[in-house]
């Protein structure tokens, strides 16, 4: 199975900040890779697709990279709506995939 | 408006069985693979179920395989999980997922559509 780990779990943060959160695979997962974003009390919403796209919703301070087995998320300059957790998801073997356990972005 | 609802989630006794029921609407529904996933109390996500197109193959999770079964009627717009011998384990939010597939180079599949999920509490 293909096991998904995150770092840090966690992180605090100020508005304005420039944020990196990793996630790595235990095996070549190609760019099969997406990333979510949960805010408190709600449904994940799709933040990053395919290792690096970018749906169209999405704020362009929002960008994905990585392939292989390393991958990383990162927001650009914080804002105040982006506190939440983050986790990754390989979909890269037979479904249903897994998640990394995520990361929980926290106000400074 | 594109959403998904889901219903059915309750209160249930160890060993007893719940059917969950996602109603799509907004878009084909009959071209998007579903998927259902979980969300224990201050846990993470868990991809549990997943079921196909046209020929509605599934997919599990070990924790759930041989107790939940995922089903569709593409007639209704809607999914559905069939969960037996539940155990506390499964309490959870219960989230039924659309996911797209895209060819680029290669396939890529990503969940794009989340319902607001439901709660399911299994307690004595």
């Known amino acids: 199975d293909i096991q998904m780990t995150q770092s840090p779990r966690s992180l605090s943060a100020s508005v304005g900040d420039r944020v990196t959160i990793t996630c790595r695979a235990n095996?070549?997962?190609?760019?099969?890779l997406n990333w979510y974003q949960q805010k408190s009390g709600k449904a994940p919403e799709l933040l990053i697709y395919a290792a690096s796209g970018l749906p169209s919703w999405v704020p362009s301070r929002f960008s994905g990279s990585g392939s292989g087995t390393d991958f990383t998320l990162t927001i650009t300059s914080l804002q105040p709506e982006d506190f939440a957790t983050y986790y990754c998801?390989?979909?890269?073997?037979?479904?249903?995939?897994?998640f990394g356990p995520g990361t929980k972005v926290e106000i400074k | 408006e594109v959403q998904l609802v889901e219903s059915g989630g309750g209160l249930v006794q160890p060993g007893g069985s719940l059917r969950l029921s996602c109603t799509a609407s907004?878009?084909?529904?009959?071209?998007?693979?579903m998927k259902w996933v979980r969300q224990a109390p201050g846990k993470g996500l868990e991809c549990i179920a997943s079921?196909?197109?046209?020929?509605?193959?599934?997919h599990y999770a070990d924790s759930v395989k041989g107790r939940f079964t995922v089903s569709r009627d593409n007639a209704k717009n809607s999914a559905y999980l069939q969960m037996n011998s539940l155990t506390a384990e499964d309490s959870a939010v219960y989230y039924c997922?659309?996911?797209?597939?895209?060819?680029?180079?290669?396939?890529?599949?990503?969940?794009?559509?989340w319902g607001k999920g439901t709660t399911v509490t299994v307690s004595s």
């Open positions: 907004g878009f084909t529904f009959n071209t998007y693979r």
């Open positions: 997922v659309r996911e797209v597939e895209m060819w680029q180079q290669d396939y890529f599949y990503y969940m794009d559509l």
């Open positions: 095996q070549n997962i190609k760019s099969h």
């Open positions: 998801q390989q979909a890269y073997s037979t479904a249903p995939y897994t």
């Open positions: 079921i196909g197109t046209s020929l509605f193959t599934e």
